[in-house]
C-alpha cells in the first residue's frame, strides 16, 4: 500500500525556516515495548518506565483496541509513538511515497495532533517509510516532506539500513542529511541480525565508527532501536536519545527485505542482559557458561533474587528476562549518564568499563570449549584500543 503525501507538502521549501522539534523529555533512555502479539510487553515496560521515569517508546499498532492502553502509558509517563510504516513498506519514487499511515486524508501535523490527542503521548515519530539502500532521492523526499512540518510533538524518523553507516556510503549519506535542514532527528538502522555486528569485524568497527560521525554532525539526534552497547556508546558521542528493546527483534529491527533472524534462543528463552560481561544471552547459554563453577559462585541479579541461569522455559520466565532486561539496561546506562566528567573523559570510562567486560570472558570455560565473546563489544573494544589491536573470538587480545 503506498499513501499519498498531502498535496499541501509537496514543493514546499522548508531549508530556511527553523523547524527543529522542541520535544523535552524525563530521560535520555527510551525502552521499547513490542506490540507483537507473541511478545506482547507494553504493560511490562509502561509499568516499569512510570516507576523510573523512562521513556516508554511503542508502536501504535494496527488494532484500534491498542489506543486505550497507550493513553492510559501516556498519561503517567513520557512516551514516543511510532506508526511503523517502516517495518512493511519502503519509500517509492518521488516525494509522493516517503509516509503513510492514512495520510491521504489529513496531513501530516493534523494527524500527529491527532494522535497526541488519542494517545497522549509526548512525541510522535514521522510514519516514514523504509528508505532502500543507495536511493538518495528517496532520503531526501523523505526529509524535504517531514522538514515541512511544525507541530511540537512530531520527529522525523529516518528508517534505514545501517550499511549506510559504513565508510564508501556514510559521506553521501551525511551530505545529504545536511542538505536538508534537520529537524529533530530519529534514526532506526536496520540489518538481517544484528546491524552493528555483521558478520565481518571490520564492518561492525565501520558502522559504529560510522554512527559515531553522524552523531557528531547531528548532536541530540535520537538513536532507537538499539543494544545496550550501541545505546550507551551513542549517547557518549552526543545521542539525545536512545532507546533500547527487553527483547531481541526491537534491539536488532529488520527492515521490509531483510531476512530476520531471532538469534540462539537455547530452550527457546530470550537473551538476559547480563552487564557483568555486557552480553545478551539466552540464560540456557549462561547455565554452559557456568556449568564449571560451584552453584554459589554463578552471578546473582539482587532485583530478580535470581541467578542468572535459573530461568525456566515457561511465559512466566520469559516475562522475568524482560522485566529483568529492563531494569539492568537502565542501570548500564545510568552508571554512564550519572557520572560527573563529560567528553573524552566520560568515554574513556566507557572503553575501560567494556574492556573489564570482554577480558570477563577470557578463562570462562564450557563443556565444548572456551566462550565466545559478542562481537559488537569486541569491536567497541577494537575500535578504542590506543594500540590498533585485534581480539581472537574467546575475546582476548592478539
Ligand atoms: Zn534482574
Redesign the pocket.
Known sequence: MVLQVPAVLKGRDMTDRESRSGVKLSSQLGLIACTHPQAYTLPLVSDYVADSSDVLVSRLGSANDIVPHLREAGERSNMIVDAGCWKKSITGQGASAVIGDGLDALNLEQWAKQVVKSTAARAVLTPSYHVPFGEWDSLEALLRATAAEHHPSLVTLVPIGAKVLEGQYLDQFLDRLSATRPRQMAFVFTGNKKPFSPDSMPGGRARIRGLRRLLARFPGTWVLGVDPLIATDALAYGAGLVAVGPNYGERNPSGPDDRSSGGRAVKGLPGFFLSSLLELRSPGMYEEWFSNLPPDEVEF????D?HVDSFDSTEEDRQRIF??NL??TAGFVNELVGRQERGRERRAWLDKRRCHALEGHTGRGTMVGPIQADQTLRALCELDDPWGRSTNTHGAWI
Do not use: T
Open positions: 541479579c539482587e532485583e530478580c535470581r522485566e529483568h531494569h539492568a
